[in-house]
């Protein structure tokens, strides 16, 4: 309403501007809507929205008469000419409001977070975590036989897992949904059970949730 009021305004002051040169007196708009008489359709720009007709800025084609009438009185409408068309553009530029971005809500059901869960516990089911980690030297160096698995300097723990999870998979997952008796202690592959609610399905074969894990030496 802000950019039809100052426009308005704008208009009504060059309408009653009585210092215009003769030669251009003729681009005044009552002169131009009596003019348009001998025309059967009148090109003139919206100064506001209306209904069936066009958008506040639009140029429309309208009868004499209702431009005569009804537009011009009220400055619903202007001529179609260069004056009118450029003070409408920078009305329009500066006192238009700023549309306000809709969001939209979005119902999640009980349904969907258990498609989701699902969908989640068979990633972490058939994906294998990898880890690196710094191994005690001092170990390696008293080891039996090589094939004795190399110590860690510090044994992976389930917040070490949890935190591998969100980072790696980007999965976010709880320290009681992984059962760990014990933390890692050393480099090699192990099958770290899951526990998940009993309404998520298994997969057909599998007993339980479970996460693959692979831990290696820096």
Not at 15 to 32: A, V
Not at 40 to 51: A, D, F, M, P, Y
Not at 102 to 109: A, C, G, L
Not at 177 to 200: D, M, Q
Request: net charge positive; aromatic share 6%.
């Amino acid at each position: 309403m802000a950019c039809i009021q100052y426009g308005k305004n704008a208009l009504q002051r060059i309408i009653k501007d009585t210092r215009l040169h003769p030669s251009d007196r003729m681009m005044q708009p009552l002169l131009f809507s009596s003019q348009g008489v001998r025309h059967r359709k009148l090109e003139v720009i919206l100064t506001t929205s209306i209904e069936k007709l066009g958008k506040a800025g639009e140029t429309v084609k309208v009868a004499p008469g209702y431009f005569r009438n009804h537009l011009m009185p009220k400055l619903l409408a202007v001529p179609n000419i260069d004056k009118y068309a450029y003070l409408i553009k920078e009305q329009r530029r500066i006192y238009q409001p700023v549309e306000e971005e809709v969001v939209k809500v979005v119902t999640v059901t009980k349904e969907d977070k258990m498609k989701e869960y699902e969908k989640a516990a068979k990633r972490l089911d058939s994906t294998q975590l990898v880890l690196r980690r710094l191994i005690d030297k001092e170990k390696f160096r008293t080891r039996a036989t090589k094939d004795e698995p190399l110590a860690l300097q510090s044994s992976v723990t389930v917040d070490d897992l949890v935190a591998e999870v969100a980072r790696q998979l980007s999965i976010q997952i709880m320290p009681e949904n992984v059962h760990l008796p014990a933390p890692l202690p050393t480099c090699g592959e192990y099958e770290v059970p899951l526990r998940f609610p009993k309404s998520i399905p298994l997969p057909e074969g599998k007993i339980y949730w479970s996460l693959k894990v692979k831990v290696r030496s820096k």
